[in-house]
Every structure is written in structure tokens, then in C-alpha cells.
Nanobody, 115 residues
Framework: QVQLVESGGGLVQAGGSLRLSCVVS????????MGWYRQAPGLQRELVAS????????YVADSVKGRFTVSRDEAKNTVYLQMNSLRPEDTAVYYC????????WGRGTQVSVFS
């Protein structure tokens, strides 16, 4: 079993910043990738950013490139999403995931950006 617990969401004014954290625990030895999806009301869940476990290779979606950064702390089994220059269109529930032979999900954390 793999458990993921997100934190750090909230309400922020446009132009502001938030940092999301996701602690991964349980059977994590085979995890080879982690990251973040988001889902806005009425829209499909979309991949925002990812990072590989072994090499630390990152991916960031074009819609957030230059504003969001994904990183990890191996010692803390934690993956982060630093979100800067937030826009109202970034409003969504953000879900942390970890992947081994399956996708494992956190419960999500709400990010709301007002103008």
C-alpha cells in the first residue's frame, strides 16, 4: 500500500504563491515517479508536473511553465509543487500521485485564486 497526504492548498490573490507538499509513505521502494495533477470544475484531470525518483528528471506542463516548479526531498519522502504568479485559471483541486505498477493518489487539496 502507498499512502499520499497533501497539504498547502488555500485561497490566494492572483500573483501570489503557494507551496504544496505531499508526503508519501508505505510500500514506496518501487515508486519511480511522482507529481501533481489538477482538476477544475467541469474539466478533466490534467498533469501539471512530475519528477522521476531516481534521476530527478522533471516535467512541467506548458500552461504553468515558468511559474510552477516540482521538486522532491528524498529523506522526507516528500514531493513539492511551488506555485508562483498564480492566476484565477489555476483554481482547481490539486492531486498528488505516485507511480509504481499502478497510480496511487492523494485526496487532493483545493487551490483557489481570486483576482
Amino acid at each position: 500500500q502507498v499512502q499520499l497526504v497533501e497539504s498547502g492548498g488555500g485561497l490566494v490573490q492572483a500573483g501570489g504563491s503557494l507551496r504544496l507538499s505531499c508526503v508519501v509513505s508505505g510500500s514506496i521502494s518501487n515508486i519511480d515517479g511522482m507529481g501533481w495533477y489538477r482538476q477544475a470544475p467541469g474539466l478533466q484531470r490534467e498533469l501539471v508536473a512530475s519528477i522521476t525518483t531516481y534521476s530527478g528528471t522533471t516535467y512541467v506542463a506548458d500552461s504553468v511553465k515558468g511559474r510552477f516548479t516540482v521538486s522532491r526531498d528524498e529523506a522526507k519522502n516528500t514531493v513539492y509543487l511551488q506555485m508562483n504568479s498564480l492566476r484565477p485559471e489555476d483554481t482547481a483541486v490539486y492531486y498528488c500521485y505516485a507511480e509504481d505498477y499502478a497510480l496511487h493518489w492523494g485526496r487532493g487539496t483545493q487551490v483557489s485564486v481570486f483576482s
